[in-house]
């Protein structure tokens, strides 16, 4: 059984950094593509970025040049790291994967309608101004 586990959010002001984590992202099963998405109170779910296993990248206009998803294999951990953030990214962040070959953009839309296989159980950011 994945149980993906997420660690690394806070609360920061804005202009601030944090980088989340998402071990024990040991998979079992094969899986496609690794990302990360985000819901706030209200608001629409929203695929924030997401990464292939030909280590190709996509994210969310909202969070280009800001943030960075990348993956250690070695520890099976997936992280993203938020820089200049904003009070607008305050949102429960959680990681997903799924096994289905979608491009990373692709996965992106996938996470914001909620189609993925996996998925943990979140880590709060919450950014002050």
């Known amino acids: 059984q994945v149980q993906p586990v997420e660690s690394g959010g806070g609360s920061v002001q804005a202009g601030g950094s944090l980088r989340l984590s998402c071990a024990a992202f040991?998979?079992?099963?094969?899986?496609?593509?690794m990302g990360w998405f985000r819901q706030a109170p209200g608001k629409e779910r929203e695929g924030v970025a997401a990464?292939?296993?030909?280590?190709?990248?996509s994210y969310a206009d909202s969070v280009k040049g800001r943030f960075t998803i990348s993956q250690d294999n070695a520890k099976n951990t997936l992280y993203l790291q938020m820089n200049s953030l904003k009070p607008e990214d305050t949102a429960m962040y959680y990681c997903?994967?799924?096994?289905?070959?979608?491009?990373?953009?692709?996965?992106?839309?996938?996470?914001?309608?909620?189609?993925?296989?996996?998925r943990g159980q979140g880590t709060q950011v919450t950014v002050s101004s």
């Open positions: 997903a994967a799924d096994p289905r070959p979608v491009t990373a953009m692709t996965a992106l839309d996938d996470m914001a309608s909620g189609v993925y296989a996996y």
């Open positions: 040991g998979y079992s099963y094969s899986t496609h593509w």
């Open positions: 990464i292939d296993s030909d280590g190709i990248t």
